[in-house]
C-alpha cells in the first residue's frame, strides 16, 4: 500500500459541476501539497497546507490532520481545469523535511 | 521570465552515453530539488540540495550525479545512460526545505 492514497484515479464531470479529489496517508507530514500537471506537462503548486483549509479561486483545500485526510474542491468546473492533480505529502522530521512522497495522482476531465 | 528554468527541453539519445540536464531558478530560493516522473506520471524525488549542500539523496544508481555551482543552479548528470532512465525529468525549487515547490517544465528524456 502506498504511503499516499489518492481517490478516484480518474475524474470525469460535466461542466459547472462540484468536484472532490481525495488524498489519504498513512505517515506523520509536515505538510500536504496538492499540484496540478495540465496535459502539456508542468506542474504547478496548488496548495501547501498543514492545518484547517484554504481557498483561492474557484479551489479550496483542506487537511484533517487526525485523520490523515486532505480534499481538493474545484467550485463551477470549467474544461480548463481538465489536468491531472497530485496530492503529495511532506514527511516529517528530521533531515526528512522537504522529502516528498507524492500520490498516484487523480486524472480530472471535465466536459463542455 | 521564467521562473525555473531547464535544458534541454527533449533529450534523445543511445544507451551507454553520459548526458546533462540543467537546472536554474532566477526566484532566490536556497533550495532546489530533481524529480523523476516515470511512464506512469508517478513523481518521485531523486535529490534535494538546499544552500549547495546536498540534503535528500534516495536510492537513485550513482550513475546520476547532481552538481550544485551555487544556490541558483542544480544540474544533473547521467553516465552510462540506461533503458529504464527513460522518464521526464523535472527540477524545482524552494525556500527552504518545506516551502511552496516552484517547477521547471520539465526534461523529457528517450533512451534507445
Known amino acids: 500500500k502506498n504511503e499516499v492514497e489518492q481517490s478516484p484515479q480518474n475524474l470525469t464531470a460535466q461542466e459547472g459541476e462540484f468536484i472532490t479529489i481525495n488524498c489519504s496517508y498513512s505517515v506523520g507530514i509536515s505538510a500536504l501539497h496538492w499540484l496540478q500537471q495540465h496535459p502539456g506537462g508542468g506542474i504547478v503548486s496548488l496548495f501547501m497546507l498543514s492545518s484547517g483549509k484554504k481557498k483561492h479561486g474557484r479551489l479550496i483545500a483542506t487537511i484533517n490532520i487526525q485523520e490523515k485526510h486532505s480534499s481538493l474542491h474545484i467550485t463551477a468546473s470549467h474544461p480548463r481545469d481538465s489536468a491531472v492533480y497530485i496530492c503529495?505529502?511532506?514527511?516529517?522530521?528530521?533531515?526528512?523535511?522537504?522529502?516528498?512522497?507524492f500520490g498516484q495522482g487523480t486524472i480530472l476531465t471535465v466536459h463542455p | 521570465d521564467t521562473a525555473v528554468s531547464q535544458t534541454p527541453k527533449y533529450l534523445v539519445t543511445q544507451m551507454g552515453n553520459d548526458k546533462s540536464i540543467k537546472c536554474e531558478q532566477n526566484?532566490?530560493?536556497?533550495?532546489m530539488y530533481w524529480y523523476k516522473q516515470d511512464s506512469k506520471k508517478f513523481l518521485k524525488i531523486m535529490f534535494s540540495?538546499?544552500?549547495?549542500?546536498?540534503?535528500i539523496n534516495e536510492t537513485v544508481p550513482n550513475r546520476f550525479s547532481p552538481k550544485s555551482p551555487d544556490k541558483a543552479h542544480l544540474n544533473l548528470h547521467i553516465n552510462s545512460l540506461e533503458l529504464g532512465d527513460s522518464a521526464v525529468y523535472f527540477c524545482?525549487?524552494?525556500?527552504?526545505?518545506?516551502?511552496?515547490?516552484?517547477f521547471g517544465e520539465g526534461s523529457r528524456l528517450t533512451v534507445l
Open positions: 526566484l532566490g530560493h536556497d533550495t
Open positions: 524545482a525549487s524552494s525556500q527552504g526545505v518545506s516551502g511552496e515547490l516552484f
Open positions: 540540495y538546499n544552500n549547495k549542500e546536498l540534503i
Open positions: 503529495a505529502v511532506d514527511n516529517a522530521g528530521g533531515t526528512s523535511y522537504g522529502k516528498l512522497t
